[in-house]
């Protein structure tokens, strides 16, 4: 199971944090990431990062604002998103999939429960 957390309400250019608890398979073995989806929009990749951590891809929009990041011990899977703009608002989803996620959604094997993020102008 994957439980997202840590969306809200923030202005253009603040941060925030989204975190991902996961539990129920040996996390060490999943390549984990982060989806989103905005009103009228299909659901589109954000980032995901490596099942030891090592290596991180980022959808082009994302590159330089958003950080991935994973704690294996603690389970849990990280997006600090900085610089924010309007049009990053939607509902962001945690995913994982084991050693390899996709940036397909019709390939990703888990999904967590979406979490809002809304940034006003």
């Known amino acids: 199971q994957l439980q997202a957390s840590g969306g809200g309400l923030v202005q253009a250019g603040g941060s925030l944090r989204l975190s991902c608890a996961a539990s129920?398979?040996?996390?060490?073995?999943?390549?984990l990431g982060w989806f989103r989806q905005a009103p009228g929009k299909e659901r589109e990749f954000v980032a995901s990062i490596s099942t030891g951590g090592g290596s991180t891809n980022y959808a082009d929009a994302m590159k330089g604002r958003f950080t991935i990041s994973r704690d294996n011990a603690k389970n849990t899977v990280l997006l600090q998103m900085n610089s924010l703009k309007p049009e990053d608002t939607a509902v962001y989803y945690c995913?994982?999939?084991?050693?390899?996620?996709?940036?397909?959604?019709?390939?990703?094997?888990?999904w967590g429960q979406g979490t809002q993020v809304t940034v006003s102008s």
């Open positions: 995913a994982a999939d084991a050693f390899r996620l996709a940036t397909n959604v019709d390939e990703v094997a888990y």
């Open positions: 129920g398979r040996p996390f060490s073995f999943y390549a």
